[in-house]
């Protein structure tokens, strides 16, 4: 029988409890290592929901996980990403105490289990879970790296979305068009950014790490070409006062982006040509490439180095 690493959920879970700077990711391009002892399982009781007003009937909730951005109004609460499951009744409460309206849909970003981990619950109190094709095709088998070979399970079928589509959603609602858009593959194959029109707002998922080095899930269509790409695409589409809630990280706005965008490139043209000269992942690591940008980006050395690591294993995948 060949042998496969089962990712369990609390380790899973577990690697998100990780500071972000710090942030191993179950679906990391990194090559094979030796295997290290599992994290004990997280205490979710510890976590609180904090919630920061962004626009008038938009907010954004942070406790563990991708930040949820949150409509209520009139015709009821939208939810872009849940977090995790053992937090959906803490979520709920969140919300119950912006809103007395019921939860109508979930839109998930992307498929990653820090912002779809509530969509059991949720799917099972009957809200209608909405993502792009590719997070829906993706979260209903179990999924291998590529890179370490871990196994992310698929989900069960309550929480899959059960709308899907290719390239624009649209929800009508709360006297805004809130506008889902597809990007080409950037943090993944599924990645969508969400645009409240009227009220001058974007959910980038995790297109936007603010602040600090992304998680890129190679293994998933994503890579550093794309991340910058998204950014490209989204820029010329904000104007100065618009407000965005990145995947991770604080409220941001569009010099934010353009940071974070400016960052990567940095990184890739220091790295790229060290992979294309034929250096092995431990000389690039050694060389530091982004010595430089780690206070900036709130980054410990071994942060930065798992960030060269996951750089150097996708591109050599190309
Ligand atoms: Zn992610």
Known sequence: MARRQTLSTALLIALFLVPLTQLSHPSLAQAPTTPTPSPAA????????KTEKVADGIYMLTGRGGNIGVSVGEDGVLLIDDQFGPLSDKIKAAVKALSDKPIRFVFNTHWHGDHVGGNENF?????VIVAQD???RRLSVDQVNKF??????ALAHVALP?????????FHMNGDSIVAVHVPPAHTDGDCIVRFTKANVVHMG???????????????????????RAADIV??????????????????????LERFRDMLKTVRGKVQPMVKSGKSLEQIVAARPTAALDSLWNADTTAANRFVRVLVSGMRKK
């Open 42 to 49: 997280p205490d979710f009781s510890t976590v609180e929901i």
């Open 123 to 127: 799917g099972k109190d009957g809200v």
């Open 134 to 136: 590719n997070v829906r």
């Open 148 to 153: 370490s070979g871990n196994i992310t399970p």
């Open 162 to 170: 059960v709308l899907t589509f290719p390239d624009t959603a649209t």
């Open 206 to 228: 995790d297109c936007l790490f603010n602040g600090r080095y992304p998680v890129i899930d190679y293994s998933a269509g994503g890579s550093i070409d794309g991340m910058i």
């Open 235 to 256: 820029l010329p589409t904000l104007g100065p006062d618009t407000k965005l809630i990145p995947g991770h990280g604080p409220l941001g706005d569009r010099a934010a």
